[in-house]
C-alpha cells in the first residue's frame, strides 16, 4: 500500500458525459501528479500540482481539467467523454517536488470505461 | 523534448535464470533520474530502481540491476534468479532535474511485458 488512495476504483459511463476522479496524497505529500494510461498513449503524464497550484501541464486535453485543495487531495474533471478517453488514470504524489529526488508514490488507479 | 525507448514489447525468461530488458532515452540535458517501474497484474505501479545520471556507478536492489551508459543514452535492467513474481509489464522512465530541484514529470517507455515460466 503506497499510501495514495484514488476513488472510485471503476468507473463506467457514456459518451458525453462528465466526471470527476479524486485523489488523496501520502500524508505530508505537497504534490500530486496525474498519468494516463491507455493502450493507444500508453503511460503519459497529464499535470502536476504543487500545494494547490499548478506546475506543469503535459498532454492534457482541454476537456480535462484539475485541481488541487487546502487539504491537498486532488480532483481530475473529465468532459464531453470519447470513447477514446476510456483508461487507467494515476494519480501519484511526493513530499516535495524541488528535491534533487522526488520518489513518486502511485495509487492504484481509477479504471474509467466510457461506452 | 524528452523521449524514452523499449524496443521489446513482450520478453520470457524460465525461473532462476536471468533476462535483461532494454531501455533508450533521448535528452539534450545532463541532468537527470532515470528509473524502472513495474507494474504487475494488480496494476500497481511499483519503484524497482532508479539511476542518477551524475553518478557513473550502476545501482542495484537485490536481483535487480541496471547498466546505464550514459553517452550512448541507455539504461537497462537485469533481474537475476528471476522469480515467479516477476512476471509483470516493466517500464522504463525518465524525469530532469536541474541544479538539484527535480521537475517532477515522469517520461515513460512504452513498457516490456515480462513473463518468468516455471
Known amino acids: 500500500d503506497s499510501g495514495v488512495t484514488q476513488t472510485p476504483k471503476h468507473l463506467i459511463t457514456a459518451t458525453g458525459q462528465r466526471v470527476t476522479l479524486r485523489c488523496s496524497p501520502r500524508?505530508?505529500?505537497?504534490?500530486v501528479y496525474w498519468y494516463q494510461q491507455s493502450l493507444d498513449q500508453g503511460l503519459q503524464f497529464l499535470i502536476q500540482y504543487y500545494n494547490g497550484e499548478e506546475r506543469a501541464k503535459g498532454n492534457i486535453l482541454e476537456r480535462f481539467s484539475a485541481q488541487q485543495f487546502p487539504d491537498l487531495h486532488s480532483e481530475l474533471n473529465l468532459s464531453s467523454l470519447e470513447l477514446g478517453d476510456s483508461a487507467l488514470y494515476f494519480c501519484?504524489?511526493?513530499?516535495?517536488?524541488?528535491?534533487?529526488?522526488?520518489?513518486?508514490?502511485f495509487g492504484p488507479g481509477t479504471r474509467l470505461t466510457v461506452l | 523534448a524528452q523521449t524514452v525507448t523499449q524496443s521489446q514489447p513482450e520478453m520470457s525468461v524460465q525461473e532462476a535464470e536471468t533476462v535483461t530488458l532494454s531501455c533508450t532515452y533521448d535528452?539534450?540535458?545532463?541532468?537527470?533520474?532515470l528509473f524502472w517501474y513495474k507494474q504487475p497484474p494488480s496494476r500497481q505501479m511499483i519503484l524497482v530502481i532508479r539511476?542518477?545520471?551524475?553518478?557513473?556507478q550502476n545501482a542495484t536492489e537485490n536481483r535487480f540491476s541496471v547498466n546505464f551508459q550514459k553517452a550512448a543514452k541507455s539504461f537497462s535492467l537485469k533481474i537475476s534468479d528471476s522469480q515467479l513474481g516477476d512476471t509483470a509489464m516493466y517500464f522504463c522512465?525518465?524525469?530532469?532535474?536541474?541544479?538539484?530541484?527535480?521537475?517532477?514529470?515522469?517520461?515513460f517507455g512504452q513498457g516490456t511485458i515480462l513473463t518468468v515460466h516455471p
Open positions: 501519484a504524489s511526493s513530499y516535495e517536488y524541488s528535491l534533487s529526488y522526488n520518489e513518486q508514490f
Open positions: 539511476q542518477e545520471a551524475y553518478k557513473q
Open positions: 500524508s505530508g505529500d505537497l504534490s
Open positions: 522512465a525518465f524525469t530532469l532535474t536541474a541544479g538539484g530541484t527535480s521537475y517532477g514529470k515522469l517520461t
Open positions: 535528452t539534450s540535458e545532463s541532468n537527470y533520474y
